[in-house]
């Protein structure tokens, strides 16, 4: 054991947890962190404001499947890490939050900076601590990395008075955790992989029903073996996208509010779901009494909570993705080798589907710039291995679409609390989690206008991201709605970003190279020259249609029965014999 003061106990146990790098602003509570922090192997990323920070330090955590770490100061910098860590929380993000807080005697008094952070967020975080005696530092962080990391991934906040980290104590880490009230389950029943190899082998058309839980337990190559030994269809979550290929020939895309026509008719059609890591969510569901009224569930999850929560499951398979699928290939082998449904029916419909009703888009006639192609081309140029990043809105949902995702973990978005400003913090952390890697944030005008002030943080820490602006200068996808629901009453969306600000020129002003493109036969070599600048941060006003829609769409509310392909218009059903 060592004697230092409480600072330096906290410095050296997030580098016993194997931290190499945090984001965050220091402030008075949390003063006495720098001083060790300094000298510290560490590298520590100043940023411009504490959002920024936990963005950051989830994207990190994205790319890298590592816990991401963010600090800040008591009161107002605590309360700026609220929306990054639900947003973790909702996306299932593992996260270490360090704050500081004021000395423990004045805890309740509403004294200077004072926030109770703990109580703040304690519906959303995985588990938060509040520290006042520097001896318990060290087992809080490693239990805050054990619980981040482990089970269901989440965000936890480790809160400590100034004066804890000023104390003296000894250091000692623990060598090893052990939470008697938290224990999750990895290795799934026997029973239950039994019982789900049955019901598909007793299925005729059943349907991969993927979530983002399958990257978060690095599954993908034990799903792609699994999906290829039924040969049943595959359909790829907003969170899950990447998780199997899709350029594969069983993949149908993307199910929910503006997923394929073949992947929300997959899901509605099938007499069975082979559900993995997905919670049934309402922008997948739609109207829930209305979704998959016919399937069979299995639900193979590892957070028990999830289980039954929004749809009733024929068989529930607790445990680790990657134990779980590995678990069921040989025994479906052999319960295939008694009785193989034939799928070739079932495959030829929902390949007809896809077919007849591929993702696409009209030029507009005006000869303007298409939201779509450029991020389609986008994608291709930057190629597979790039990551992009977005923001929320349309072009979230076109990035989504029209981007080609064969890996896991190169697209990070802000799925479950739909947070604007996510794209430019969230792709500085994925920089940093990968230094060699192509990093694109896709961002809408209005987003963009969040949180670009890290754009500065980039620039000075050697992060070079590059920054699509989708500008269509509104807040889209609420002026979409306004068009469709509202009889085109446009209150309140209209940003005039064409005109205020100059983001070439504001991009400039924080070091970053600015470009802007209006045409579309400028699009590839605007893009090209983006790709070629890799010693700065690039922002590309791309300055496209005012109103381009994202279809296919299902409107709040409804059944995914009613998808409309565009505006009032829906499949025509009947002609699919399905």
């Given amino acids: 054991m060592s004697a230092m003061n409480g600072a330096s106990s906290l410095v050296a146990s997030l580098e016993a947890a194997g931290v190499d790098v945090m984001f965050g602003i220091p402030g008075g509570a949390v003063l006495p962190v720098y001083d060790p922090l300094f000298s510290s192997s560490i590298r520590h990323i100043l940023v411009r404001h504490e959002q920024g920070a936990g963005h950051a330090a989830t994207g990190y955590a994205q790319v890298t499947g590592r816990v991401g770490v963010c600090i800040a100061t008591s009161g107002p910098g605590a309360t700026n890490l609220v929306t990054p860590l639900a947003d973790a929380a909702m996306d299932s993000v593992p996260v270490v939050a360090i704050t500081g807080q004021v000395p423990s005697l004045a805890i309740g008094t509403d004294a200077f900076q004072e926030a109770d952070i703990r109580g703040i967020t304690m519906p959303f975080a995985k588990h938060s601590y509040l520290i006042t005696d520097p001896a318990d530092i060290p087992r809080a962080v490693a239990e805050a990395f054990h619980i981040a990391s482990s089970g269901r991934p989440g965000p936890v906040l480790v809160d400590i008075s100034k004066d804890a980290l000023q104390k003296m104590t000894e250091f000692k880490y623990p060598t090893s955790v052990s939470l008697k009230g938290y224990q999750p389950q990895t290795s799934p029943d026997a029973q239950a992989i039994l019982d789900a190899a049955d019901l598909i082998a007793q299925s005729s058309k059943p349907v991969f029903y993927v979530g983002g839980g399958v990257i978060k337990a690095n599954a993908s190559r034990e799903l792609l073996e699994l999906a290829q030994l039924l040969g049943a269809p595959v359909v790829t979550t907003l969170m899950a996208r990447g998780s199997f290929p899709d350029s594969h020939p069983l993949h149908l895309g993307m199910p ?323």
């Fill in 256 to 578: 929910g509010m503006h997923g394929t026509v073949a992947a929300v008719t997959a899901l509605q059609k099938a007499d069975l779901l082979i559900t993995l890591g997905a919670r049934f969510d309402d922008r997948v569901t739609g109207k829930l009494s209305t979704f998959a009224v016919n399937a069979k569930v299995i639900h193979a999850d590892v957070d028990p909570a999830e289980i039954g929560k929004n749809r009733f499951v024929n068989v529930a398979v607790l445990g680790d993705l990657a134990h779980t699928i590995a678990a069921l290939i040989p025994v479906l082998k052999v319960a295939l080798g008694k009785n193989r449904p034939d799928l070739t029916a079932w495959l030829r419909q929902m390949n007809s589907l896809k077919a007849a009703y591929p993702l696409g888009y009209d030029a507009p006639s005006d000869g303007s710039l298409s939201p779509q192609y450029v991020i389609e081309r986008l994608g291709k140029i930057s190629g597979p291995q790039a990551i992009f990043a977005s923001g929320v809105g349309q072009h979230q949902m076109w990035a989504s679409q029209f981007i080609s995702y064969e890996n896991p973990r190169t697209w990070l978005n802000s799925g479950g609390l739909g947070t604007m400003g996510y794209a430019v913090p969230a792709a500085m952390g994925a920089k940093v989690g990968a230094p060699d890697t192509t990093v694109w944030a896709i961002d809408g005008d209005g987003c963009f206008q969040m949180t670009n002030q890290e754009l500065t943080t980039c620039a000075l820490n050697n992060i070079p991201i590059k920054v699509a602006i989708i500008n269509n200068e509104s807040l889209g996808m609420v002026r979409q709605w306004q068009t469709l629901f509202y009889e085109g009453r446009y209150s309140n969306t209209s940003l005039e970003s064409k005109r205020v600000p100059n983001f070439p020129m504001l991009a400039e002003a924080m070091g970053c190279v600015g470009l802007s493109c209006e045409r579309p036969e400028d699009v590839d070599a605007t893009i090209e020259k983006a790709m070629s600048i890799n010693d700065q941060p690039v922002v590309v006003d791309f300055r496209v249609h005012r109103d381009a829609m994202v279809w296919p769409m299902v409107a709040a509310g409804t059944s995914n029965d009613d998808i409309m392909i565009a505006r009032e218009t829906a499949p025509d059903w009947d002609s699919q014999e399905l």
